[in-house]
């Protein structure tokens, strides 16, 4: 438990470090023993340290320790109260590094620096489209069930990629999405109608390019699973789909030639980006 400070929100799932994650573990453990250093050197008792920042005894053994991810406000109500000048406070940036799922940071790298990507999922809205409402109802529905912990990590994993939207140059996007994922309401109605608004707000972007594959069309070369190539500003390329070496990321010619001429051919079988938005329209308003 926590001392009740108004805004303590130490019990909120998704600050675990994963086990098996050495990088995170190596990376929180040394956060943690700054943390026990700076607070001995100050004279102070973990108990009276608990009470000073507003949080509970328990959870600065934990973080302390290296079993637990310290909350930005942690660290900075911890600077505070050591006086460290910033130096705990900073220590945000490494704990940022390690918030999320290993998976998922490999990702958010490569899509942090690519200068374009060409997306499509076969089965659900792509991640970086997701509104949080609609990635935790599609969270919810992995069977088996993911931990309370886990679905918490996902959603801000997700929602922290959205920052290839944010960066300027802005890289070149290309989404193609089935209509019948535009149709499913994962979570409810709610859910899907604001999954449909966010869906028309990024088509507006001059960087986005958003096509819909309509579930009448009889031919369709999506039909072997996802695709995604990501190009950098070297002109070098990664891609991934579950045909090619079982959903590994590949940078060999031959193998990005077959993703990006599957991915080409899908984009021409779509509505073009404006039939697309009217397509989301029309569907917007019958939800």
Known sequence: MSVDTGTDQVDEPGWEVDPDDDWALAVIATVGRQLRLRREAAGMRAPDFAVAIGYGEDLVYKVEGGRRIPRPEYLDRADEVLAAGGIVAAMKEDVKKVRYPKKVRDLAQMEARAVAMQLYDPLNVHGLLQTPEYARGLLLMRRPSY?????????????????????????????????????????????????LEHLLEVARSRNVELQVMPMDREEHAGVDGGIEVLTFEDGSRVGRSPVVAHGRPVSEARQLRILELRYGIIRAQALTPRESTGFIERLLGET
Request: zero cysteines.
């Open 147 to 195: 931990s309370a912990d886990e679905v918490e990590r996902f959603i801000a994993a997700r929602v922290a990629r959205k920052a290839v939207f944010e960066r300027d140059p802005a890289p070149e996007l290309s989404f193609v999405l089935e209509e019948w994922s535009l149709r499913r309401p994962l979570g409810g109605r709610a859910n899907l109608r604001r999954q």
